[in-house]
């Protein structure tokens, strides 16, 4: 017995020592075309791109980090890698907690850094951005122009990941999510070929990458639609956690609204494990009006300080905080509105005994965020053409659940304390019936069900787009990382 078990130790050893040659072999291969867009492990610039992802939980070490310039070239390191049968993942702007998404131990990371140009036209009223970008970029590109795209909220994070997940946005009431606002997708699909994906050509790839992740192919840039939204007025209010109870209650009467602005939107974010941080409540108004009557639920509300102001809408993102964690992990769950519902709610994010024991963790810290969705922000999707992510046109609020810690030792404990606190939330929403089965991707955990929330019927039609353009499961088997068809 014990010599079986030497072989089958050598034998793993072995497999193990080829397919390091192999990646090494396929990354030296690459370079003698790419030259320098390919760095490898000895090279001075390495480290720090392989640890350029947001969170330590994430950062990996990849036989190569390559940094192509164009579609053409994604294509051939596409194509090398599927030839050479080498793992491989793909970054954008690498805020993903999803272990494998965005980094890679061995294999070949494809790094989009250098596609990164802004190209607007005005006649068209579209702007077409290089993947490698993140959203202050596309911004500050356009404000000059006085126009907008519907993207992200926090600015360092990469607009492919958002885009390709759903994305939410502060213009999602009036347009939509982030993905329905891509009306051409530059995609290099799984036998090395660019195609474009749109209403028109392959619309069946359109629809499945408005929300399919990372399952068809590696899109290198995408066109968005552009609205002439430039000045607006809100900010950043800070509350004591003594506040949350007033927040909450002011947040049901703003979401309980049947027509509610949609040039309006808020997030709350709160930290009840730092009471020294306290709440946060993010305000945005899509026009230069002051204290719309869209947030007259709290104006009663006193807080510690309010930077609210008339500013362009890319200042007022600007200002926002950006926590500095080194290890992070998300949860989110999804329910329609109901005031007990949300008091339960309220109670789990606030008070359940898990805080306490992330607290302990070194480091340990948890926010919650509370973003409100309404039925307006997916009826304009819809309008749009429609996305994978089977959305139900309902008020309903997004909840996200972040922890933050330390130490690796306590990476399971981080986990495992957060999701306890989640499945309670969803044990809530579910026994008052107003659970809604959808996981945002974009704030969800690596074992969470994403792709399943999408219904049975967008899964089985995602499922069949993948055998059409990647009927040898390139981005399934060797693109490994990240949120995967059931």
């Known amino acids: ?44 610039t390495y480290e720090a791109l392989s640890t350029e992802n947001w969170s330590q939980t994430v950062w990996a070490k990849p036989a190569c980090i390559i940094q192509p310039s164009d579609a053409q070239e994604v294509a051939f390191v596409v ?80 607009v492919g990941g958002l885009t390709l997940g759903g994305g939410l946005s502060y213009l999602a009431d009036l347009y939509g999510l982030v993905c329905d606002n891509v009306v051409n997708f530059e995609v290099v699909t799984a036998n090395g070929k660019v195609v474009n994906a ?82 946060i409540l993010n305000i ?30 890319t200042e007022l993102m600007l200002a926002a905080p950006l926590p500095e964690l080194t290890r992070v992990n998300w949860f989110s769950s999804s329910f329609t509105t ?24 070194t480091a340990g810290s948890l926010a919650f965020g509370w973003q409100p969705i309404s039925t307006s922000a997916v009826l304009a999707g819809n309008a749009q053409g429609g996305n994978a992510l089977g959305l139900q046109a309902v008020n309903q609020t997004w909840v996200v659940l972040d922890v933050g810690w330390w130490s690796p030792e306590d990476d399971k404990l981080a986990h495992d304390y957060t999701l306890s606190m989640i499945n309670k939330i969803d044990d809530a929403s579910k026994k008052s019936g107003h659970y809604v089965d959808y996981i945002f991707m974009n704030d969800a955990a690596a074992d969470q069900a994403v792709i399943e929330s999408y219904g049975q019927k967008n899964v089985a039609k995602l499922k069949k787009t993948a055998r059409k353009y990647d009927p040898n499961q390139v981005f399934q088997k060797l693109a490994s990382g990240g949120f995967k068809l059931p």
């Open 1 to 44: 017995m014990a010599t079986f078990q030497a072989l089958v130790g050598l034998l793993l050893l072995l497999c193990s020592a080829v397919g390091a040659t192999q990646d090494h072999a396929v990354c030296n291969h690459i370079k003698t075309t790419l030259g320098n867009d390919t760095v490898q492990p000895t090279e001075s």
């Open 79 to 158: 194509s090398t890698v599927v030839n050479w049968n080498v793992q491989f993942a793909v970054r954008s702007g690498g805020h993903s907690v999803v272990p494998g998404a965005a980094n890679i131990n061995g294999g070949v990371l494809i790094d989009l850094a250098k596609i990164n140009t802004v190209a607007y036209d005005a006649k068209k009223k579209v702007a077409v951005v290089g993947s490698g970008l993140r959203w202050k970029e596309v911004y500050t590109s356009l404000d000059p122009y006085n126009v907008t795209v519907v993207g992200g909220r926090v600015l360092e994070v990469g």
């Open 198 to 279: 749109n209403a028109k050509s392959n619309p069946d790839l359109f629809w499945a990458l408005k929300g399919g992740a990372n399952n068809f192919g590696i899109v290198t840039k995408f066109t968005l639609k552009t609205y002439p939204i430039h000045d607006a007025w809100g900010g950043v209010r800070v509350y004591s956690l003594d506040a949350l109870p007033a927040l909450f209650d002011a947040m049901y009467k703003y979401q309980s609204v049947v027509n509610k602005d949609p040039y309006a939107n808020i997030m709350l974010q709160a930290f009840p494990t730092n009471a020294s941080i306290g709440a």
């Open 284 to 313: 945005v108004y899509l026009k230069g009006e002051a204290e719309p009557e869209a947030f007259a639920p709290f104006r009663n509300i006193t807080p510690l300080a309010d930077l609210t102001q008339l500013q362009t809408l």
């Open 338 to 361: 109901d005031k007990t519902l949300f008091n339960t709610v309220a109670d789990i994010v606030t008070k359940a005994p898990e805080l306490d024991e992330i607290k302990n963790l």
